[in-house]
C-alpha cells in the first residue's frame, strides 16, 4: 500500500511526500552488508521467507537489500552528475549501485571546504 504517494490530480506525476526505505537490489548479502556497514548501516531484520535483508544507521535511515541482482553492466562503471551547485559525492557499491550523497549547502559555507571541487558540465 502505498499511502505516503498522492497523485497530482492535474498532472501524470506522482508526488512522493514522505518514504519508509529504499530498496536495493544486491548480489552478494555479505559484501553488500560489508560495505553499508561502512555507511553507518547495521542488520535488523532478515526475512526467513524473502530475500530481504533490512538495514538501518543511526538516524533511522532504512535500506532493504534485495538479494536477487544481477551485473547488467558488464563491469562498465558509469556515473553522472549535474553542476547545479550543490555538493555530491558519488560512490559505488559492491554491486556497481551508484549512491549519490548529497550536501545542500549555500555558496559561502561552500568556499570553506578545502578541497572541494565544482563539477562543470560544460568542460
Known amino acids: 500500500m502505498f499511502n505516503v504517494l498522492k497523485i497530482a490530480e492535474d498532472t501524470a506525476m506522482i508526488e512522493i511526500e514522505q518514504f519508509d ?7 552478494d548479502k555479505a559484501r553488500a552488508l560489508a560495505f553499508y556497514s561502512r555507511l ?5 531484520h532478515e526475512s526467513d521467507f524473502d530475500a530481504v535483508v533490512i538495514i538501518k544507521n543511526p538516524s533511522g535511515v532504512e535500506l532493504n537489500l ?9 563491469g562498465k562503471n558509469i556515473l553522472m552528475t549535474f553542476g547545479d551547485g550543490h ?3 558519488f560512490i559505488r557499491d559492491p554491486d ?22 565544482f563539477y562543470d558540465p560544460k568542460g
Do not use: C, M, W, Y
Open 21 to 27: 526505505h529504499f530498496g536495493i537490489r544486491v548480489t
Open 40 to 44: 553507518g548501516f547495521a542488520l535488523e
Open 66 to 74: 534485495i538479494v536477487n541482482g544481477v551485473d547488467l553492466t558488464g
Open 87 to 89: 555538493v555530491s559525492v
Open 96 to 117: 556497481r549501485n551508484v549512491i549519490e550523497l548529497r550536501a545542500r549547502l549555500d555558496p559561502q559555507s561552500a568556499e570553506k571546504i578545502e578541497g572541494l571541487v
